[in-house]
T-cell receptor, first 116, second 111 residues
């Protein structure tokens, strides 16, 4: 149990286009989902925290108008990279917690974004 | 100073060796400590989870937390080639909040 999926697993797009990444909890309801970004040989850096039905909380330095997060249901959160540029190329990973206050987070397999 | 420091390695050991991976941190409010394993181009997989100080053992893996020294360790006994991966430490202040990750240590176990 506690499986998190991401779609797509890999996407290549042209500069200036928008890309949507989906994060789904397949067999549990996720009260909280987190979005991380990981550059090559770097750690995972938290971008934002989203709770179902409310606005996401963004970390300092993350542009909320560029990285749109929607957590419309207890099993789905989406991250849209708007007007993507080559510097946005990265590995985007989501994680989900089953219940509020549970510390174990289940990670998705990640989405590799390449912006040409 | 970064919140969590972890030597990125790489660390190369022969099969059967005991591996020691470590992280130090500066935030004394961290209470939850985790170790994740990440294979190339995959999401992290939880290996060990510890609350506050102490040791926890699971098969070939042992996690240690020393809050007084702000130091955590992961030991892998009888290492196998399949253990070759990047190991990330992570921690948080409260349950259910976002994790702060170390940079990860790349481990290679040769047969």
């Amino acid at each position: 149990g506690a499986v998190v999926s991401q779609h797509p697993s890999r996407v290549i797009c042209k500069s200036g286009t928008s890309v949507k990444i989906e994060c789904r909890s397949l067999d549990f309801q996720a009260t909280t989902m987190f979005w991380y970004r990981q550059f090559p040989k770097q750690s995972l850096m938290l971008m934002a925290t989203s709770n179902e039905g409310s606005k996401a909380t963004y970390e300092q330095g993350v542009e909320k108008d560029k990285f749109l997060i929607n957590h419309a249901s207890l099993t789905l959160s989406t991250l849209t990279v708007t007007s993507a540029h080559p510097e946005d190329s990265s590995f985007y990973i989501c994680s989900a917690s089953r219940v509020a206050g549970e510390d174990e987070q289940f990670f998705g397999p990640g989405t590799r974004l390449t912006v040409l | 100073q970064k919140e969590v420091e972890q030597d990125p390695g790489p660390l190369s050991v022969p099969e059967g060796a005991i591996v020691s991976l470590n992280c130090t941190y500066s935030n004394s409010a961290f209470q939850y400590f985790m170790w994740y394993r990440q294979y190339s181009r995959k999401g992290p997989e939880l290996l060990m989870y510890t609350y506050s100080s102490g040791n926890k053992e699971d098969g070939r893996f042992t996690a240690q937390v020393d809050k007084s020294s702000k130091y955590i360790s992961l030991f892998i006994r009888d290492s196998q080639p399949s253990d070759s991966a990047t190991y990330l430490c992570a921690m948080s202040e409260q349950a259910g909040t976002a994790l702060i990750f170390g940079k990860g240590t790349t481990l290679s176990v040769s047969s």
